[in-house]
């Protein structure tokens, strides 16, 4: 996606440079730009783009955040190697919960 430097940096400052899904820190020059509401379900407009580092807006695709949230809990429950983190890491079957529904300082979409 090529957006402007103005825009690059409005979409970046939603979440004070943070990732809007897992929270981590991003670099202005090589973060991701996602659409919340995906394109292919009329997700238009400057409101509805967010920051995303590379590895959540890959895996998100074109899914929706509750699809998203599924995929992920999906992959850790169902396959070995997701039970496993989940008994090292003792996550319990918990939800997920992204960062923009924890945090504070989240712009406007």
Do not use: W
Request: aromatic share 12%; hydrophobic share 30%; net charge positive.
């Amino acid at each position: 996606m090529s957006l402007g430097l103005n825009t690059r940096a409005r979409v970046f400052q939603k979440t004070g440079g943070k990732c809007f899904y897992c929270g981590c820190d991003l670099d202005f020059k090589t973060y991701h730009i996602d659409h919340f509401i995906p394109k292919s379900n009329n997700g238009k407009g400057g409101d509805n783009l967010v920051p995303s580092c590379s590895d959540c807006n890959l895996y998100k695709g074109r899914l929706s955040v509750d699809e998203f949230r599924e995929k992920i809990e999906n992959s850790i429950y169902s396959s070995i190697k997701g039970r496993m983190i989940n008994k090292y890491f003792h996550l319990n079957n918990s939800k997920i919960k992204f960062y923009f529904e924890e945090a504070d300082n989240i712009g406007d979409l």
